[in-house]
Each structure stands twice: as structure tokens, then as C-alpha cells.
């Protein structure tokens, strides 16, 4: 969702955003905590720039949801 504003706020209009997650959640004291995160994406944007896009995706990414998911914990 935030990659999808970034875009529009460029100018650009995905047709297509698929994203895949994998994380690593691994036992932290009583509870558990994601250490790692990483997302494959796979964009369908007609007529699209790339630098307007790579410049879209690093302003996704600092707002990202879980930008502290080191510290989360699950029960």
C-alpha cells in the first residue's frame, strides 16, 4: 500500500503489484521475534521512469509497517 501511494504520488499507475514476504521468526526469550525480512516484488507499470520508481520505493520503505520488526513480539 505505501509502495502503491508512492507511485501514484510520482505520477505512476500500477496495473500489477505482487509482493512476496519471507520472514525468519525465531524464539526470543518466552515469546518471538521476526529478525529478518525480506520482500520480492513483481510491478506492472506502463510507461514507467526508474528513477521516479527507485526513488518511490525508498520512500515506501521509510515507511514502512513493521520498521522496528526486530522488537516485535508474538505469543
Do not use: W
Not at 39 to 66: Q, R, S, Y
Amino acid at each position: 500500500m505505501a509502495l502503491s501511494k508512492q507511485l501514484g504520488d510520482a505520477g505512476m499507475i500500477a496495473s500489477k503489484l505482487e509482493t512476496t514476504c519471507t520472514i525468519s521468526l525465531e524464539k526470543v526469550g518466552e515469546g518471538f521475534s521476526i529478525t529478518k525480512s525480506h520482500l520480492d516484488l513483481v510491478a506492472t507499470i506502463p510507461n514507467a521512469d526508474k528513477a521516479k520508481f527507485d526513488a518511490a520505493v525508498k520512500g515506501a520503505e521509510t515507511g514502512a509497517p513493521f520498521p522496528g520488526y526486530s522488537r516485535q513480539k508474538f505469543r
